[in-house]
């Protein structure tokens, strides 16, 4: 491209250089860039008969930027898919091998955006946060959470196994034991535990817009002497709140788990409609958002804590769900589709 004008033409060749080294993701920004930016400013203080082929050059300069970063973004839309795992020959030239997106283009998954959010806010309530395992036992996913061996209640939680009986988890409940007793001390010196278990979890699911395989579920598990379901709900109702940034009503429903006792199911206000329905909370003003109660004695008992002595509260949920709430995703499968249309929202 050719500018007869010389200061034009020395714009042109300095962003085009600055173009060619800058990030895919901040390619846009050359259009808003000072050089430019200055030029367009310098058509005004020119003398008028000057101003028309001036400004027509000046225009045709940031219509050629905005090509190349045009094609520059479609030419990384266009990519072909790769498996990362697959073998290839080492022998090929590191320039014919499969390419994959510099780590310059990457950015932070919309989960774990949220995530450090609700993280940062059950912080400053006092909670410690432990990641759970995506691969666990019998014993942590039912027996020490007071499943009976072959009760009816095992089915709910229908997941994946490797052939040598491990499991996929399908609740982040798995981490309870392992918490309970990591932090079992404070309760001697005057402390509660209060621990929050971020973590992905599987389900054996006929996948559609709101049931996916793979997800995040957010665990609370808090205990202390004299813990009641008054605790449990202002816990929820705080930490809710914060999230969605207004008052919120709350309703708790009696509910069953093996490892809660009484069980609840947590309802919210709809956010989005102040109870006047919409189709967030299908015309019921209402959303049945997680499952809580009071943790089982003998799950306090396996863990080594005397439940004459200490009492607490457990609460899980989909992290998924909260967001899709927030910002009004329709489809579950986007946090797992890997599309960069519906990734670079956020
Ligand atoms: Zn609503």
Request: aromatic share 10%.
């Amino acid at each position: 491209m050719n500018y007869k004008n010389s200061d034009i033409a020395q714009a042109a060749k300095l962003l085009k250089q600055k173009l060619d080294k800058l990030p895919i993701a901040q390619k846009p920004t050359i259009l808003r860039s000072k050089e430019l930016k200055s030029l367009f400013e310098k058509v005004k203080l020119l003398p008028p008969a000057e101003r028309p082929a001036f400004g027509a050059e000046v225009n045709k300069l940031r219509q050629h930027l905005e090509t190349l970063v045009n094609g520059v973004k479609q030419a990384t839309e266009r990519l072909e898919p790769i498996d990362l795992t697959a073998p290839f020959d080492i022998n090929v030239e590191p320039n014919k091998r499969p390419a994959v997106l510099s780590a310059d283009d990457g950015s932070i998954h919309p989960l774990m955006i949220e995530l450090d959010l609700i993280l940062d806010n059950l912080y400053r309530m006092g909670f410690n946060a432990v990641e759970s395992r995506q691969i666990d036992d019998d014993y942590h996913m039912f027996g020490s959470l007071n499943f009976p061996e072959d009760h009816p209640a095992r089915d709910d939680y229908d997941t994946f196994m490797t052939s040598e009986g491990l499991i996929a988890p399908a609740h982040t409940s798995t981490m309870q034991n392992r918490v309970l007793k990591l932090y079992k001390s404070n309760l001697s010196h005057g402390q509660p535990i209060a621990v929050a278990i971020p973590g992905r979890v599987f389900r054996n699911e006929d996948v559609d817009v709101r049931h996916e395989h793979t997800f995040y579920q957010l665990e609370g598990v808090y205990v202390d002497k004299g813990v009641t379901v008054g605790h449990l709900i202002a816990t929820l109702k705080s930490f809710l709140q914060e999230y969605y940034g207004k008052d919120l009503e709350v309703k708790i429903q009696p509910f069953y788990f093996p490892f809660t006792e009484p069980s609840f199911e947590f309802t919210l206000s709809c956010p989005f409609c102040d109870k006047a329905g919409c189709a967030i909370c299908s015309y019921s003003g209402w959303i049945e958002l997680l499952g809580c109660g009071l943790i089982h004695p003998n799950v306090l008992k396996e863990a080594g804590i005397d439940p004459k002595i200490y009492s607490g509260f457990a609460w899980g949920g989909g992290i998924d769900r909260l967001v899709m709430m927030k910002y009004d995703i329709e489809d579950i499968r986007h946090f797992e589709a890997g599309r960069l249309s519906f990734l670079r929202q956020f």
